[in-house]
């Protein structure tokens, strides 16, 4: 009955790891915790059961925009829903109060504060409810990244319908989060599913910040004319980066709280409507935003935790596609975020500054980036070999004799005076560099100066940072100078190793992450693509909504690499349900069939079907 609703509403094949088992639990209305990455699939597994039991299921959902989004893509797969909340008129909240009485809808989403109003419980006890969804669950918890207060009113619900299940959902949560959730909601011996918190499609990258705009323009270069987010540290930041984006022809926003509302929403409504590409934001941008293809997200900055970062960067790839995510880090902010941490006075330093320590080593580490995640959110990472981080995909070289390098660059530091200098400086004194204080310092006279000359700055900077998340160094006092832990004098005395990587050469790295990107195109007809991607355009403008609720772009390029000429083959196309098949199947084969005569390509092409698709990369690596 599920797999069949899948079918039929989705147009999908199959369960997505532990869909089933969420499904079951609101089917059998056993209460239950759900645990699955973004993109993973956590809506399904409270919309498919509301569609099977024919009664009325409650989200609770903490933005309006995100109601939107998930009520439009229900509508655009002809399954009835709404929400209630304040961008609604009066009348239209009575019509919505209507249908429920008439059981016309199978799903509605509440705000939590709405919910628990004494007016709208009075009003639910009179509706025959299947069960209860709370989407981002994790909001309900202190010890989470994303406290909000109304979340705790939702403890309110087991009372007032003992009768029925609840079902908690979200991306991020530990184990204390986890706890804390059933607590809080008074869970009844909840099942509780926790998914791999890996994310196989997303490509993780990791590079100091030094010239940005560079940087960045490199990156959104891989991806013409498709979604990426730009995360900044400062509101400042974002109109700067955006403007200088604009001018060199890309389609980007600023998004960040000093803002006004209506500059905000339009910068947002153009992002998700696809009328803009990039988005230059704070953090204040994302939560709520569904938009499933966001091909990219680049971090100018480091947050300051690994979860934040796990957050921010999972916003890329929720249609499972390859995506890339892209952290331009400086060790400058790191120590920011360190000293206000321990200047903040508040009770969960250690906490805080385990999660900093974390984004740390993640950002300047040598191991596996995927693996770090996985291993950081408690879960063990078995593969050797990710393919999907710059560590694990040969963009960054083993140096081949790292004991020496590491010891070359401790023992300058030595040399200069233990905690008297940064590592930016000591970069330069090995560098060789004419720099002024050098000079001054007389560390032009060092036997360590211009041992490194051979290297780039930017290199042995990393290396430095390198050694020190490896434990070989630390970073002391106001200015961030650096010495030698008695882990860096095993070093010294060749008693201990570091790994020590170095970029590959600049044109050799542009041409591997190129072709990394251009592999996830493998078989898609890209003239047909951008042709259905049009039309894709037109029919959500018309509808008014965001154009991947027409149809995802894993659907599309699908539909590009296949080119079924048939309704029968267009129903093939995983993504594509019976109500799309109606509503837009005729209008997108029309295109195919066009394109196929103008340029005599073969059509039904099914050979060329599903590859590297979500689910086959996600089976294969993941779970
Ligand atoms: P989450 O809420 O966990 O971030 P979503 O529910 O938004 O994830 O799902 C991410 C994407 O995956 C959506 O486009 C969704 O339609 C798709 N999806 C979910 N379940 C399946 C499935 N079983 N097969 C194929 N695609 C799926």
């Given at each position: 009955m599920l797999l069949a609703a899948l079918k039929s509403y989705w147009g999908y094949e199959s369960f997505r790891p532990l869909q089933e088992e969420a499904m079951t639990c609101a089917m059998q209305g056993r209460d239950s915790v759900v645990v699955l990455p973004t993109g993973g699939g956590k809506s399904l597994c409270y919309q498919a059961p509301a569609v099977c039991q024919g009664r009325l299921a409650i989200v609770v959902s903490p933005l309006i925009a995100l109601m939107k989004d998930q009520v439009d893509s229900l509508r655009s797969c002809g399954i009835p829903a709404a929400f209630i909340n304040s961008s609604l008129t009066a009348s239209q909240k009575v019509e919505v109060a209507n249908d429920i009485r008439a059981n016309k809808l199978r799903l509605v989403y509440f705000s939590p504060e709405r919910l628990v109003q004494p007016k709208t419980i009075e009003f639910l006890h009179g509706i025959d409810l299947s069960f209860i969804a709370i989407d981002e669950a994790h909001c309900i918890s202190e010890w989470g990244h994303d406290f909000r207060p109304e979340f705790r009113q939702l403890r309110i619900l087991r009372d007032e319908f003992p009768k029925v299940s609840l079902h908690a959902f979200t991306a991020t949560a530990t184990e204390q989060v986890r706890l804390d959730i059933i607590n809080q909601l008074n869970l009844r011996d909840p099942t509780v599913l926790v998914g791999s918190f890996d994310r196989p499609n997303l490509v993780y990258r990791a590079e100091r910040r030094d010239d940005p705009i560079r940087q960045i323009c490199e990156i959104i270069d891989r991806y013409p004319r498709e979604s990426g987010i730009i995360y900044c540290t400062t509101r400042k930041d974002t109109e700067e980066i955006s403007a200088q984006l604009n001018a060199r022809a890309y389609r980007t926003r600023p998004y960040h709280a000093g803002m006004s509302d209506q500059a905000r929403h339009e910068s947002q409504d153009e992002f998700i409507e696809d009328k803009i590409d990039i988005i230059v934001a704070t953090v204040a941008f994302g939560m709520g935003i569904d938009k499933s293809n966001v091909r990219y997200v680049i971090h100018l900055g480091m947050p300051k935790a690994l979860e934040n970062y796990q957050q921010e960067a999972g916003r890329a790839g929720r249609d499972g596609l390859q995506s890339e995510c892209c952290l331009l880090y400086s060790i400058a902010e790191f120590m920011r975020w360190k000293k206000m941490i321990e200047t903040s006075g508040a009770s969960n330093t250690v906490t805080a500054m385990t999660s900093l320590q974390a984004m740390n080593e993640f950002a300047a580490g040598v191991v596996c980036r995927h693996k770090r995640l996985v291993e950081y959110f408690g879960q063990a990472f078995e593969k050797s070999n990710c393919q999907a981080c710059d560590v694990c995909l040969g963009e960054m070289d083993e140096v081949e004799n790292p004991l020496i390098v590491g010891q070359k660059i401790l023992s300058s530091i030595v040399r200069q005076g233990q905690g008297r200098f940064g590592g930016e400086y000591t970069a330069l004194v090995l560098k060789g560099s004419k720099d002024e204080r050098v000079i001054r310092n007389q560390h032009d006279q060092l036997s360590t100066?211009?041992?490194?000359?051979?290297?780039?700055?930017?290199?042995?900077?990393?290396?430095?940072?390198?050694?020190?998340?490896?434990?070989?160094?630390?970073?002391?006092?106001?200015?961030?100078?650096?010495?030698?832990?008695?882990?860096?004098?095993?070093?010294?005395?060749?008693?201990?190793?570091?790994?020590?990587?170095?970029?590959?050469?600049?044109?050799q790295r542009k041409k591997k992450r190129a072709e990394k990107t251009a592999a996830s195109w493998d078989g898609v007809d890209r003239e047909l693509f951008e042709d259905l991607r049009v039309l894709r355009h037109e029919l959500a403008v018309e509808a008014d909504i965001p154009a991947y609720v027409v149809f995802t772009d894993e659907t599309l390029r699908e539909v590009a690499r296949v080119r079924p000429s048939t309704l029968d083959g267009m129903r093939r196309i995983r993504g594509v349900g019976d109500k799309k098949l109606a509503d837009y199947g005729q209008l997108f084969l029309d295109v195919v069939i066009e394109h196929g005569e103008r340029t005599g390509v073969v059509l039904d092409n099914w050979s060329n079907a599903g590859r590297a698709t979500a689910d086959q990369v996600t089976d294969d690596f993941a779970w």
């Open positions: 100066y211009g041992l490194l000359n051979d290297q780039p700055l930017q290199t042995i900077r990393e290396w430095i940072d390198q050694l020190a998340t490896q434990g070989f160094l630390q970073r002391v006092g106001e200015y961030n100078q650096i010495e030698l832990t008695p882990q860096g004098w095993q070093l010294i005395r060749g008693e201990a190793t570091p790994r020590l990587l170095r970029a590959t050469e600049a044109k």
